[in-house]
């Protein structure tokens, strides 16, 4: 792995750089579009600490475990900083199987094959300063005398949260209670710069007319001002994923006001099965998909990685949160809803198989909304941006 982070270095459009920043994450959709948003925001950063010229490429290339497309940006002439940003695939219980998932989110944001067998700690000497983030973000200096203040400063930044770095994942059960803020205001207060939801970047791809799906109308146009809908996440995880009658009754509503819905996703019924009435351009490519929810009027989704997605478009989303905390991922401007009502709490990792099975014993997630609620929910949303309303006492709940 170091020798392909040299080859990349090495390349001739990376002539000027004089100075390498590294980003490391491991994780899902969500956690790319975070590593990325981290590693623009390193760039800006540390092109300003060193008076670099400000280009306008915000990541040199990225490195994770697919290749499906050419870089979204490289360096322009003469510039000095650098960042390669990193992402392991992986699920750290055994039967947490989120690769599969990232194929899409790879074909986005363009990548070199890199396989993966090894951990952060081996790569931070290719780098003139190395970040593993893990929702809080450790810097390492490679020359320590040159930045003993910066080094000094990161150091004291993370030791009030070392808990939560050193006893990743598994004491992100405690976020929520302890820390009470979102992982961009960690990542920003630990790392010694602001990181925000404005770094968050996908480029797309406009959909090929008429290729995916069951509908008859043309992607071409024909899907502007819908409503995208998602089921499922985290693998074959089930506590992410709402009841069916839950997006059915929402479909159904939404459809009874004459607003299309359009569910994306993964083509793989036994994950994520079809919703009754939505138009199924689940299995596009990513891009694509971003393209479609960027065309969309709102986005309704369960907390998850297509809502980062809509945020970097600028589509605001109605999100439903279950085992995960509002505290921590709730982006400003979308509705996030959660009953909040489990004994548990947002329990992720509270135990080695949170996404598959409810340590309560619930079938599913009980903060989860019920359907007139999800449903109501979307509706308001859509009616503060000036939609329809319904009266909801007129909908009836599909089994």
Same mark, same amino acid.
């Given at each position: 792995?170091?020798?392909?982070?040299?080859?990349?270095?090495?390349?001739?459009?990376?002539?000027?750089?004089?100075?390498?920043?590294?980003?490391?994450?491991?994780?899902?959709?969500?956690?790319?579009?975070?590593?990325?948003?981290?590693?623009?925001?390193?760039?800006?950063?540390?092109?300003?600490?060193?008076?670099?010229?400000?280009?306008?490429?915000?990541?040199?290339?990225?490195?994770?475990?697919?290749?499906?497309?050419?870089?979204?940006?490289?360096?322009?002439?003469?510039?000095?900083?650098?960042?390669?940003?990193?992402?392991?695939?992986?699920?750290?219980?055994?039967?947490?199987?989120?690769?599969?998932?990232?194929?899409?989110?790879?074909?986005?944001?363009?990548?070199?094959?890199?396989?993966?067998?090894?951990?952060?700690?081996?790569?931070?000497?290719?780098?003139?300063?190395?970040?593993?983030?893990?929702?809080?973000?450790?810097?390492?200096?490679?020359?320590?005398?040159?930045?003993?203040?910066?080094?000094?400063?990161?150091?004291?930044?993370?030791?009030?949260?070392?808990?939560?770095?050193?006893?990743?994942?598994?004491?992100?059960?405690?976020?929520?209670?302890?820390?009470?803020?979102?992982?961009?205001?960690?990542?920003?207060?630990?790392?010694?710069?602001?990181?925000?939801?404005?770094?968050?970047?996908?480029?797309?791809?406009?959909?090929?007319?008429?290729?995916?799906?069951?509908?008859?109308?043309?992607?071409?146009?024909?899907?502007?001002?819908?409503?995208?809908?998602?089921?499922?996440? =985290?693998?074959?995880?089930?506590?992410?994923?709402?009841?069916?009658?839950?997006?059915?009754?929402?479909?159904?509503?939404?459809?009874?006001? =004459?607003?299309?819905?359009?569910?994306?996703?993964?083509?793989?019924?036994?994950?994520?099965?079809?919703?009754?009435?939505?138009?199924?351009?689940?299995?596009?490519?990513?891009?694509?998909?971003?393209?479609?929810?960027?065309?969309?009027?709102?986005?309704?989704?369960?907390?998850?990685?297509?809502?980062?997605?809509?945020?970097?478009?600028?589509?605001?989303?109605?999100?439903?949160?279950?085992?995960?905390?509002?505290?921590?991922?709730?982006?400003?401007?979308?509705?996030?809803?959660?009953?909040?009502?489990?004994?548990?709490?947002?329990?992720?990792?509270?135990?080695?198989?949170?996404?598959?099975?409810?340590?309560?014993?619930?079938?599913?997630?009980?903060?989860?909304?019920?359907?007139?609620?999800?449903?109501?929910?979307?509706?308001?949303?859509?009616?503060?941006?000036?939609?329809?309303?319904?009266?909801?006492?007129?909908?009836?709940?599909?089994?």
């Amino acid at each position: 792995m170091r020798d392909k982070i040299e080859q990349i270095k090495a390349l001739p459009a990376h002539r000027g750089v004089t100075f390498w920043v590294g980003c490391f994450k491991m994780g899902g959709h969500g956690d790319s579009l975070t590593l990325c948003a981290f590693a623009r925001a390193a760039k800006r950063y540390w092109q300003d600490k060193l008076g670099a010229p400000n280009g306008s490429g915000p990541v040199s290339r990225v490195v994770t475990s697919w290749d499906r497309a050419e870089p979204d940006s490289r360096p322009h002439e003469g510039e000095r900083v650098g960042v390669i940003a990193i992402r392991r695939v992986v699920g750290m219980p055994d039967d947490y199987d989120v690769g599969g998932a990232q194929r899409g989110i790879d074909a986005c944001l363009g990548v070199p094959e890199v396989g993966w067998s090894w951990q952060a700690a081996g790569l931070a000497p290719c780098f003139d300063v190395f970040y593993d983030v893990r929702y809080t973000a450790r810097a390492i200096f490679r020359d320590q005398e040159r930045f003993t203040v910066e080094a000094g400063e990161a150091r004291d930044s993370l030791d009030h949260y070392r808990w939560l770095h050193d006893g990743f994942p598994w004491a992100c059960s405690h976020m929520d209670e302890r820390c009470g803020m979102s992982q961009w205001d960690l990542m920003s207060i630990t790392a010694g710069f602001d990181v925000t939801p404005d770094d968050l970047y996908v480029s797309t791809t406009t959909p090929v007319i008429g290729k995916y799906g069951t509908s008859a109308l043309p992607l071409n146009g024909g899907y502007d001002g819908c409503v995208t809908i998602h089921n499922s996440e =985290g693998g074959t995880g089930r506590t992410k994923t709402l009841p069916r009658d839950v997006p059915n009754l929402i479909t159904e509503t939404l459809l009874g006001h =004459g607003i299309t819905v359009a569910q994306v996703g993964r083509r793989d019924d036994g994950r994520e099965p079809m919703i009754r009435g939505a138009a199924d351009l689940r299995g596009l490519r990513f891009t694509e998909t971003a393209a479609l929810i960027a065309k969309a009027r709102l986005h309704v989704d369960v907390e998850g990685g297509l809502v980062y997605v809509a945020k970097a478009v600028g589509t605001p989303s109605c999100v439903f949160f279950g085992p995960t905390p509002r505290s921590v991922f709730a982006f400003h401007g979308n509705r996030n809803y959660s009953r909040g009502i489990c004994p548990a709490g947002p329990c992720w990792w509270s135990h080695k198989r949170w996404p598959h099975e409810c340590k309560m014993g619930f079938k599913n997630c009980v903060n989860f909304p019920q359907a007139e609620t999800a449903a109501h929910a979307v509706l308001q949303t859509i009616g503060e941006q000036g939609g329809p309303q319904v009266e909801m006492t007129k909908t009836r709940v599909v089994e």
